[in-house]
């Protein structure tokens, strides 16, 4: 004899189907999301690049005083692309747990009713 009835197992199983449905909806939205933000960040971050050449190119016209404002404002630019790119890095990790998480889960509910 089992150790649940054919109802439970019913109940347990269709628990089962919709969690590992929600799990792959979730997925399949946080991939999406980083696909959107990696092609915006990839899109973008040669204006970095682009805008120190141009610092270069006009540091030689500027006072002493607007080009340490330049610089400084080049710098801040730069940390603002380092935080999107750790923001896409992130997001990447997050969808590889997501998906490790969802393939344990089921895994877990397959063992419990199977045994």
Do not use: W
């Amino acid at each position: 004899m089992g150790l649940f009835n054919t109802h439970e197992k019913k109940v347990i199983t269709e628990l089962c189907r919709k969690s590992e449905e929600i799990g792959k909806d979730v997925s399949r939205e946080i991939d999406e999301l980083f696909d959107d933000l990696k092609t915006d960040y990839d899109e973008n971050k040669i204006v970095i690049k682009e805008f120190n050449d141009f610092v270069n190119e006009i540091e030689t016209k500027l006072s002493p005083q607007d080009l340490e404002k330049l610089h400084s404002f080049s710098s801040r630019l730069y940390k603002v692309k380092r935080c999107a790119k750790k923001g896409v890095e992130a997001i990447r990790e997050i969808a590889r747990e997501q998906k490790k998480a969802t393939k344990e889960t089921v895994r877990e509910h397959q063992e419990y009713l199977y045994t």
